[in-house]
C-alpha cells in the first residue's frame, strides 16, 4: 500500500508517517497543495490523507482538481476546523472520509484501511488473474490449475500486485517505477527491468499461462495465453 500525505505542517506529517510506516505503507510527503496535486495525478497511491487548509492550493482545490481528472484514489481530509461546514464541503467534493483535528492516530489508520478496502466490491484476501492467484497476506502466487505455488519477494509481489490491480493494461515504466519505489525514483527505472524478469521467471516456474509481456517504447502489460 501506497500513502501520500499532503499536510504543511511536518511535526504532524512525520508522526502519520512513521504510524503508517508500522503498518507496512511506503508513505510519500508533500508539505504544499501543488505538490501533493501533482503528486496525486500520477495515479500511484491506494489512498491519499489530505489537510484542508495548505499553502499555494488549498486541500479542497487539490480534491476538486483531481476529481475532475478522473483520479479516484480514495481520499480523507483532515480538517482543522470542527465546523460541519468544511467537513461537508469535504464530502461534497468527493472526499471519502473526514476527520477534525486533533485526532488519535489510532483513528486516522482504522478509517484510512476503511477507505483503501472500500474501492471494489469485496475485499478479499487474494486477487486472480485467469489461473493466478496472488495471496495479499503471505506474498504467495498460485497457480490454481495445478497448485503449485511459489513466494514472491517484496518487490516483486508490490509488481504483480499493480499489474493484476490493471490486467490488460499497459503500465509505464515510470508508473512502475514510482508505485515500487516513490515518486522521486529516477534512478530506479533499469531495476523495473530486472525486477520483471524475475517475476516473469516465478510465474514460469509454477507454469502459469499469465505473463508480462513488453509493450515496445512504453512498458508492460499482464496477459493470458497458451501460447
Ligand atoms: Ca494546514
Not at 480514495?74 to 476527520?99: C, F, I, N, Q, W
Request: charged residues 30%; negative net charge; proline residues 2%.
Amino acid at each position: 500500500m501506497r500513502l501520500l500525505v499532503i499536510e504543511d505542517e511536518t511535526a504532524l506529517s512525520e508522526v502519520i508517517k512513521a504510524a503508517f510506516e508500522d503498518e507496512k505503507f511506503e508513505v510519500d510527503l508533500a508539505e504544499d497543495g501543488q505538490t501533493g496535486y501533482l503528486l496525486g495525478i500520477s495515479g500511484i497511491y491506494d489512498a491519499v490523507v489530505l489537510d484542508g487548509m495548505l499553502p499555494e492550493l488549498d486541500g479542497y482545490d487539490v480534491l476538486r482538481k483531481w476529481r475532475q481528472e478522473q483520479i479516484h484514489t480514495p481520499v480523507l481530509m483532515l480538517t482543522a476546523r470542527s465546523e460541519l461546514e468544511d467537513k461537508l464541503k469535504g464530502l461534497g467534493l468527493g472526499a471519502d472520509d473526514y476527520l477534525t483535528k486533533p485526532f488519535d492516530m489510532e483513528e486516522l489508520v482504522a478509517r484510512i484501511w476503511v477507505i483503501t478496502r472500500r474501492q471494489g466490491a469485496v475485499q478479499l484476501d487474494h486477487i486472480e488473474y485467469e489461473d493466478l492467484q496472488l495471496c495479499l497476506d503471505s506474498g504467495m502466487i498460485r497457480n490454481t490449475q495445478n497448485k503449485q505455488e511459489v513466494r514472491l519477494g517484496k518487490k516483486e509481489f508490490q509488481l504483480l500486485e499493480f499489474f493484476m490491480r490493471h490486467p490488460g493494461q499497459t503500465l509505464c515504466r515510470e508508473q512502475i517505477a514510482e508505485k515500487l519505489w516513490g515518486y522521486d525514483c529516477e534512478a530506479e527505472y533499469n531495476n523495473v527491468e530486472v525486477y520483471i524478469s524475475f517475476t516473469r521467471r516465478k510465474l514460469r516456474y509454477i507454469e502459469s499461462g499469465v505473463m508480462i509481456k513488453a509493450v515496445r517504447g512504453i512498458g508492460y502489460r499482464l496477459e493470458y495465453g497458451n501460447g
